[in-house]
C-alpha cells in the first residue's frame, strides 16, 4: 500500500498491473519493456559523467596493442642483432651483456644557445660516436671484415633505434596510465599509425643490414655506382671512392660512399676534396638521393631542383654549401621518391628501375647545363649497403 | 623470425576477453532458441527482435574472435622475397635467382656458361605486389 500527499491509499501491484498491461499493448517487450527503459537512462547517464574516462580506456587498449607489437619488434631486433654478431663475428664470449648495453647507448647533441660554430661541434660529436660504435661492433665481433663491421653496425643502430621508440611509447603510455590524462594518451594515440610506420620499415630493415642488401636509400649511390664501374677507382675522405668519367664530351668525378658495406661517407669532405684538387674549375655539382614521397606519389617518381640534396644531420650539406658559396659552383639535385618504409627495406624493383631513369637525368642536366670539355662532380648519396662500385 | 615464440606476451590473449566473447556468443544462441519459442507461440514481434538480436550477438562476437586472431598473426615481421640478377656483360645471359648472404651489385662471380666471360650481380631487389583497392583514385 502506497500513501499519497493527498492521504489516498493506492494499492501498489495495482498500479504496477494496470502499468504493465498498458505499456504490452504498444510495446512489443511488454512486461521488460521497463527493464529496457531503464538501461537506456543508466547507459545515457554513465556517458554523460564517464564518457571521457571511456574514451581514454579505448584509447589506452589501442596504444597497449600497438606497445606490444613494438615490443615484439624490439625483441626480434636484439634477437637478429645477437644472432648475426654470432653466426659473423665469432666472439669468444656471449656478446649478449654487449649488445644490451650498446641498446642503451646515447649521443647528446652540443650545446645551441650560441649556435656560432655548432657545425663542428655536432661534426666533432659524430665522429667521435663513429669510432666508438665501430671498436664496440669489432670488439663483439672480431672476425668480421671491413664490409660485415659496417653492415653488423647499422644492424646494431637499427635495433638501438627500434629499442629507442619502444621505451618512448612505453613511457607515454605508462605516463597516460598513470596520471589519467586525456592529452597524454590522445598525443600518443593520434601519431601511434605514423610510428607504427617507421618502426615496422626498421623490422625490415634489420634483416637488410644483416644480410648486407641493398636498400631503398641506397638509390643515390646505385646510380654514382652505375656511372663509376668499370673505371678506376680510388679512395677519397672519408669513406668515399671517386671515378673519372668522361661523360659526353665531360670528365665527370662520379663521387659514392664505399661499398658493399653499410656505409654513407662523409659526402661534405669528399666533395670538398674533389673541389679543391681541381681549383674550383667546376662546372656543375649533380646530386643525387632518395626523397621522401607524399602520399599519392609514385615509388620511384624522379624530381629535379637545386641544392644539396642530401639528409642526415646536416654537417655535410653545409660544408657542400660552404664549398660550392668559395667557389660560386651551381649545384643541381635530383630525387628519387619513395616511401618511409621503402628508405629502410631492402630496394624496391620500382626504385631499382627509377635508377636507370636517374642516370638518364644526370646526363640531361649535364647536357642541358655544362659546355663540352667542362669538369663536372656527380654525387650518388645514401647508404651504399650491398652496392659495390 | 617469421613465427613470434610462443611464450611472448605480446601473442596472448587476455582469457577475460575470451570470457566475454563466448559468454555473448553463448547468450546470442540462446536469444536465437527463444526467437524460435516465440515464433512458435505466434507471438512474430518478439520473434523478429530476439533473431536480430541474436544474429547482431553472433556476428559481433565472432568479429572480436576474428579480430583477436589477427592480433596475433600481424605480429610476424613479414620478409618479402629477395631477387639478384646474374648478368653476363659480354653474351648478356641473364639469370634471376632467391638472393643468397653474400650477394652485392656489381659483385663479380663464376664463369658464364655461354662465353665463359665473369658473371657480375647486376641487380637485387624485392617485388612489392600492391593489395587490390589499396590504390588512391587521385594520382
Same mark, same amino acid.
Given at each position: 500500500?502506497?500513501?499519497?500527499?493527498?492521504?489516498?491509499?493506492?494499492?501498489? $501491484? !495495482? %498500479?504496477?498491473?494496470?502499468?504493465?498491461?498498458?505499456?504490452? *499493448? =504498444? /510495446? #512489443?517487450?511488454?512486461?521488460?519493456?521497463?527493464? +529496457?527503459?531503464?538501461?537506456?537512462?543508466?547507459?545515457?547517464?554513465?556517458?554523460?559523467?564517464?564518457?571521457?574516462?571511456?574514451?581514454?580506456?579505448?584509447?589506452?587498449?589501442?596504444?597497449?596493442?600497438?606497445?606490444?607489437?613494438?615490443?615484439?619488434?624490439?625483441?626480434?631486433?636484439?634477437? $637478429? !642483432? %645477437?644472432?648475426?654478431?654470432?653466426?659473423?663475428?665469432?666472439? *669468444? =664470449? /656471449? #656478446?649478449?651483456?654487449?649488445?644490451?648495453?650498446? +641498446?642503451?647507448?646515447?649521443?647528446?647533441?652540443?650545446?645551441?644557445?650560441?649556435?656560432?660554430?655548432?657545425?663542428?661541434?655536432?661534426?666533432?660529436?659524430?665522429?667521435?660516436?663513429?669510432?666508438?660504435?665501430?671498436?664496440?661492433?669489432?670488439?663483439?665481433?672480431?672476425?668480421?671484415?671491413? $664490409?660485415?663491421?659496417?653492415?653488423?653496425?647499422?644492424?646494431?643502430?637499427?635495433?638501438?633505434?627500434?629499442?629507442?621508440?619502444?621505451?618512448?611509447?612505453?613511457?607515454?603510455?605508462?605516463?597516460?596510465?598513470?596520471?589519467?590524462?586525456?592529452?597524454?594518451?590522445?598525443?600518443?594515440?593520434?601519431?601511434?599509425?605514423?610510428?607504427?610506420?617507421?618502426?615496422?620499415?626498421?623490422?625490415?630493415?634489420?634483416?637488410?643490414?644483416?644480410?648486407?642488401?641493398?636498400?631503398?636509400?641506397?638509390?643515390?649511390?646505385?646510380?654514382?655506382?652505375?656511372?663509376?664501374?668499370?673505371?678506376?677507382?680510388?679512395?677519397?675522405?672519408?669513406?668515399?671512392?671517386?671515378?673519372?668519367?668522361?661523360?659526353?664530351?665531360?670528365?665527370?668525378?662520379?663521387?659514392?660512399?664505399?661499398?658493399?658495406?653499410?656505409?654513407?661517407?662523409?659526402?661534405?669532405?669528399?666533395?670538398?676534396?674533389?673541389?679543391?684538387?681541381?681549383?674550383?674549375?667546376?662546372?656543375?655539382?649533380?646530386?643525387?638521393?632518395?626523397?621522401?614521397?607524399?602520399?599519392?606519389?609514385?615509388?620511384?617518381?624522379?624530381?629535379?631542383?637545386?641544392?644539396?640534396?642530401?639528409?642526415?644531420?646536416?654537417?655535410?650539406?653545409?660544408?657542400?654549401?660552404?664549398?660550392?658559396?668559395?667557389?660560386?659552383?651551381?649545384?643541381?639535385?635530383?630525387?628519387?621518391?619513395?616511401?618511409?618504409?621503402?628508405?629502410?627495406?631492402?630496394?624496391?624493383?620500382?626504385?631499382?628501375?627509377?635508377?636507370?631513369?636517374?642516370?638518364?637525368?644526370?646526363?640531361?642536366?649535364?647536357?642541358?647545363?655544362?659546355?663540352?670539355?667542362?669538369?663536372?662532380?656527380?654525387?650518388?648519396?645514401?647508404?651504399?649497403?650491398?652496392?659495390?662500385? | 623470425?617469421?613465427?613470434?615464440?610462443?611464450?611472448?606476451?605480446?601473442?596472448?590473449?587476455?582469457?577475460?576477453?575470451?570470457?566475454?566473447?563466448?559468454?555473448?556468443?553463448?547468450?546470442?544462441?540462446?536469444?536465437?532458441?527463444?526467437?524460435?519459442?516465440?515464433?512458435?507461440?505466434?507471438?512474430?514481434?518478439?520473434?523478429?527482435?530476439?533473431?536480430?538480436?541474436?544474429?547482431?550477438?553472433?556476428?559481433?562476437?565472432?568479429?572480436?574472435?576474428?579480430?583477436?586472431?589477427?592480433?596475433?598473426?600481424?605480429?610476424?615481421?613479414?620478409?618479402?622475397?629477395?631477387?639478384?640478377?646474374?648478368?653476363?656483360?659480354?653474351?648478356?645471359?641473364?639469370?634471376?635467382?632467391?638472393?643468397?648472404?653474400?650477394?652485392?651489385?656489381?659483385?663479380?662471380?663464376?664463369?658464364?656458361?655461354?662465353?665463359?666471360?665473369?658473371?657480375?650481380?647486376?641487380?637485387?631487389?624485392?617485388?612489392?605486389?600492391?593489395?587490390?583497392?589499396?590504390?588512391?583514385?587521385?594520382?
Amino acid at each position: 500500500m502506497l500513501v499519497f500527499p493527498k492521504g489516498e491509499l493506492v494499492e501498489f $501491484t !495495482a %498500479i504496477m498491473g494496470s502499468l504493465q498491461s498498458q505499456v504490452a *499493448q =504498444t /510495446d #512489443p517487450f511488454g512486461e521488460f519493456s521497463w527493464i +529496457l527503459n531503464i538501461l537506456f537512462y543508466v547507459v545515457f547517464i554513465a556517458f554523460i559523467f564517464y564518457g571521457q574516462r571511456i574514451q581514454m580506456y579505448v584509447m589506452l587498449r589501442e596504444v597497449e596493442g600497438s606497445l606490444f607489437k613494438l615490443k615484439y619488434i624490439k625483441d626480434e631486433g636484439r634477437k $637478429t !642483432a %645477437i644472432e648475426t654478431i654470432k653466426e659473423i663475428g665469432k666472439p *669468444q =664470449t /656471449d #656478446p649478449t651483456a654487449r649488445v644490451d648495453r650498446f +641498446l642503451e647507448f646515447f649521443t647528446l647533441p652540443p650545446q645551441s644557445l650560441d649556435p656560432a660554430g655548432i657545425v663542428w661541434k655536432l661534426e666533432h660529436i659524430l665522429d667521435v660516436r663513429d669510432v666508438r660504435l665501430k671498436d664496440e661492433v669489432k670488439l663483439m665481433a672480431p672476425s668480421a671484415d671491413d $664490409t660485415q663491421t659496417n653492415n653488423l653496425e647499422n644492424t646494431l643502430e637499427v635495433a638501438m633505434t627500434l629499442n629507442f621508440i619502444y621505451k618512448v611509447i612505453r613511457h607515454y603510455y605508462l605516463l597516460g596510465k598513470k596520471t589519467l590524462s586525456l592529452y597524454v594518451i590522445m598525443q600518443i594515440q593520434m601519431i601511434l599509425p605514423l610510428i607504427m610506420r617507421e618502426a615496422e620499415a626498421y623490422a625490415s630493415a634489420l634483416k637488410a643490414f644483416a644480410y648486407g642488401q641493398p636498400i631503398g636509400d641506397g638509390a643515390g649511390s646505385l646510380v654514382a655506382a652505375k656511372l663509376m664501374h668499370g673505371h678506376e677507382i680510388r679512395k677519397i675522405p672519408k669513406d668515399n671512392v671517386a671515378a673519372t668519367v668522361p661523360m659526353e664530351g665531360r670528365t665527370a668525378y662520379v663521387i659514392k660512399a664505399e661499398g658493399p658495406g653499410g656505409n654513407v661517407g662523409k659526402t661534405g669532405d669528399a666533395v670538398k676534396t674533389v673541389i679543391e684538387e681541381n681549383e674550383g674549375k667546376i662546372a656543375t655539382v649533380i646530386m643525387i638521393d632518395a626523397a621522401m614521397k607524399l602520399e599519392g606519389e609514385e615509388v620511384g617518381e624522379i624530381a629535379e631542383g637545386v641544392g644539396a640534396v642530401i639528409g642526415g644531420p646536416g654537417v655535410d650539406q653545409f660544408k657542400i654549401e660552404e664549398t660550392i658559396l668559395k667557389y660560386h659552383i651551381p649545384i643541381n639535385g635530383i630525387v628519387v621518391k619513395e616511401d618511409i618504409g621503402d628508405n629502410v627495406a631492402p630496394m624496391r624493383k620500382e626504385i631499382f628501375d627509377a635508377v636507370d631513369k636517374a642516370v638518364e637525368r644526370v646526363k640531361q642536366v649535364i647536357l642541358e647545363r655544362t659546355k663540352e670539355g667542362d669538369k663536372v662532380i656527380i654525387v650518388g648519396v645514401g647508404n651504399t649497403t650491398g652496392i659495390a662500385q | 623470425m617469421a613465427k613470434p615464440p610462443a611464450n611472448n606476451t605480446a601473442t596472448k590473449v587476455s582469457s577475460f576477453v575470451l570470457m566475454i566473447i563466448f559468454v555473448t556468443l553463448a547468450l546470442s544462441l540462446i536469444a536465437l532458441i527463444l526467437a524460435i519459442t516465440a515464433f512458435s507461440y505466434g507471438n512474430e514481434v518478439v520473434a523478429g527482435y530476439l533473431l536480430l538480436i541474436g544474429f547482431l550477438g553472433v556476428a559481433l562476437s565472432t568479429y572480436v574472435l576474428f579480430q583477436t586472431r589477427r592480433r596475433i598473426m600481424r605480429l610476424k615481421i613479414e620478409i618479402p622475397p629477395i631477387n639478384t640478377t646474374v648478368e653476363c656483360p659480354k653474351c648478356g645471359t641473364k639469370t634471376v635467382r632467391e638472393f643468397q648472404r653474400g650477394d652485392y651489385i656489381f659483385k663479380e662471380l663464376g664463369p658464364c656458361q655461354k662465353c665463359n666471360d665473369k658473371m657480375l650481380i647486376t641487380a637485387i631487389y624485392r617485388e612489392v605486389k600492391e593489395k587490390p583497392g589499396t590504390q588512391s583514385p587521385l594520382r
